[in-house]
């Protein structure tokens, strides 16, 4: 299994508030990706790294930021929390750009 | 448009019972990947396989194989002798490159396996 870790797994916090993901990897991989699951959406895509500090939108970019200041990190950021951001997230990443390997999931309830 | 069709939104067997999960894709691309993941309700996503579109030799890999066929622009998974730890949620996927050398990975709405004992 490919060394990928989430922190936190589960999260409560209120609307307005701000919110840091975060997603480490031991396995030097170039390639880093935010996922958001929603039932009837499958997973969509929120930012991807390509580098350090190289990073682009995805599909569902709007509410959130990221940043990637060490291979092994990719921080994902919802600057004010909003209850359509309930939801969960999944971390993933690549060597070569094709396959991607996921983390476990942080489980995220806006209330 | 890019996209993945999983028209199974719920699948129900017995166990034993062999069962196949379709999958139907669009792409323009002549150069593509095709993956499926399984969900178990544990809640990881775990890669199962990945074919470029090159390649149509179905692959077989114990109680799990994988149908490829471009004529009907299809990539099915069939498990044989199904058990109740393959209950999950499957999810068949296509990437496509994209501008910066970063691929695209695009999913189905998934196809929810339940296997009774």
């Known amino acids: 299994d490919a060394g990928i870790t989430q922190s936190p797994r589960h999260k409560v916090t209120e609307t307005g508030t701000p919110v840091t993901l975060r997603c480490h990897q031991t396995?030097?991989?170039?390639?880093m990706y935010w996922y958001r699951q929603d039932p009837g959406h499958g997973l969509r895509l929120i930012h991807y790294?390509?580098?350090?500090?190289?990073?682009d939108k995805g599909e569902v970019s709007d509410g959130y930021s990221v940043s990637r200041s060490k291979t092994e990190d990719f921080l994902l950021t919802l600057e004010s929390a909003t209850s359509s951001q309930t939801s969960v997230y999944f971390c993933?990443?690549?060597?070569?750009?094709?396959?991607?390997?996921f983390g476990p999931g942080t489980r995220l309830l806006v209330l | 448009a890019q996209k993945v069709t999983q028209a199974q939104t719920e699948i129900s067997v017995v166990e034993k019972e062999d069962v196949t999960l379709d999958c139907v894709y669009e792409t323009r691309d002549t150069t593509y990947y095709l993956f499926w993941y399984k969900q178990p309700p544990s809640g990881e996503l775990v890669f199962l396989i990945r074919r470029n579109s090159f390649d149509e030799q179905n692959e077989i890999s114990g109680r799990y194989s994988w149908n490829f066929q471009k004529s009907t622009s299809s990539f099915n998974f069939t498990i044989t002798a199904s058990q109740v730890v393959d209950s999950a949620v499957y999810f068949c996927?296509?990437?496509?490159?994209?501008?910066?050398?970063?691929?695209?990975?695009?999913f189905g709405a998934g196809t929810r396996l339940a296997v009774h004992p």
């Open positions: 396995e030097n991989h170039r390639y």
């Open positions: 996927a296509l990437s496509e490159a994209v501008s910066g050398g970063y691929n695209k990975l695009i």
């Open positions: 993933a990443i690549s060597e070569q750009p094709e396959t991607q390997y």
């Open positions: 790294s390509y580098g350090v500090k190289d990073t």
